[in-house]
């Protein structure tokens, strides 16, 4: 069965098919045969605790939460090992009430997953679910988010195409009484007021500060710059501390009296709040807790290699490998319900 899932997993990275490498069996069993430092990012919604039962029974239905964590943290130290030393792993997992008590399981697992584990913790993502599941509890406030955690297995040097995801201005540049605005309305006229008004500037650095932001706006006015706003000394609010030991921008400050803040043509960085509705794309036909296909595509987008390999250890209906089929990625999905992996095999399929 190991030597079989070596070969499995060394001919499938050597061949050409693009289709998922589905196994099946215990996510341990099967980790552990697989090679060290062979996989690019890895990105699974395992069982919760005591939520359902799945076709084959598994993880999730321990005696107590910590057993459940215990074995949890056993199968990631396995994602641990097989992902490249530049790679990632993004863990969605929802918490259980326990006598009244929220666990905080997710946060559990996040903790043990640094503190013993080495993975490095970059964000937790808020899943915002928009529309919640029905929640009868009439004592507590309705639960409308799930964590989703990225991790990577070194502080730096992980692969990350921090282009490969952006949002772009609603709205764009435009022209009002002859002058260039920004998308967001900046035209330089309150920011000469700031400059003119600063008890703070000599006569010189007010000079400088205007002819400074005739520059910016020109920019702006030939698309290089989107938008921009400016910090002027003792008259905007900074966004650091005054330290000019701990920050670049407070040194500019006290040295030049102003400095900018350019966005990027490129659109803004998304934030770690994502607004996903749940199974928005393929219905609950198909499994107990499919995840939603959205959830998946900014980590591959970000995090997975236009070449690499993407893994799924709890794969179910296998919505990671179908996302990966799409975004044209490998993977390798591994449930232990053969009737979740035919399911998934049909899903790459169908185009
Ligand atoms: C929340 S579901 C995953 C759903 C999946 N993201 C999807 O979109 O369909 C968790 C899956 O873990 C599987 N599972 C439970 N214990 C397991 C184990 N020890 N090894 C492998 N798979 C297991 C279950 O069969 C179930 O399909």
């Known amino acids: 069965m190991a030597a079989n899932n070596v070969s499995a997993f060394t001919d499938y990275i050597a061949g050409d098919s693009m289709l998922p490498l589905l196994i099946q069996g215990d996510a341990i069993d099967v980790l552990a045969s697989l090679p060290d430092c062979s996989v690019d990012m890895a990105i699974t919604s395992p069982p919760y605790y005591m939520k359902r039962e799945y076709l084959a029974g598994g993880i999730g239905l321990e005696d107590s939460y910590s057993e459940y964590i215990d074995n949890l943290v056993d199968v990631f130290k396995e994602v641990y090992r097989v992902l490249k030393p530049t790679g990632s792993f993004w863990l969605n997992l929802g918490d259980s009430y326990q006598s009244k008590n929220l666990l905080m399981i997710p946060q559990r697992v996040a903790i043990r997953l640094t503190d013993e584990v080495g993975f490095t913790l970059r964000n937790q993502v808020v899943w915002n679910k928009l529309k919640g599941a029905p929640d009868n509890a009439k004592d507590r406030l309705r639960t409308l988010w799930e964590p989703v955690f990225f991790f990577t297995k070194e502080p730096s040097g992980y ?60 920019l702006v006015e030939t698309g290089e710059v989107p938008d921009f ?117 049909r899903r790459c399929k169908d185009e």
């Open 159 to 218: 692969y990350y195409d921090v282009d490969a995801v952006r949002k772009k201005p609603r709205k764009a540049k435009s022209v009002e009484h002859g002058a260039v605005v920004s998308a967001t309305g900046v035209s330089g006229v309150r920011y000469r007021r700031k400059i003119e008004l600063s008890t703070e500037l000599s006569e010189e650095e007010k000079k400088k500060a205007n002819k400074a932001l005739d520059d910016m706006l020109h």
């Open 229 to 345: 706003r400016m910090v002027i000394r003792g008259a905007t609010r900074t966004t650091h501390g005054d330290s000019k030991k701990l920050s670049g921008r407070a040194k500019e400050l006290a040295e030049k009296g102003f400095y900018f803040l350019k966005y990027s043509n490129k659109g803004a960085k998304i934030s770690d709040v994502w607004d996903i509705i749940p199974e928005d794309t393929q219905g609950r036909r198909y499994h107990y807790a499919p995840y939603p296909e959205d959830l998946v595509k900014n980590p591959i987008a970000l995090t997975c290699p236009p070449s690499g390999i993407v893994l799924d250890p709890f794969v179910g209906t296998g919505t990671t490998c179908k996302v990966a089929h799409d975004m044209q990625r490998k993977s390798v999905g591994i449930d232990l319900a053969a009737e979740y992996l035919e399911i998934a095999s």
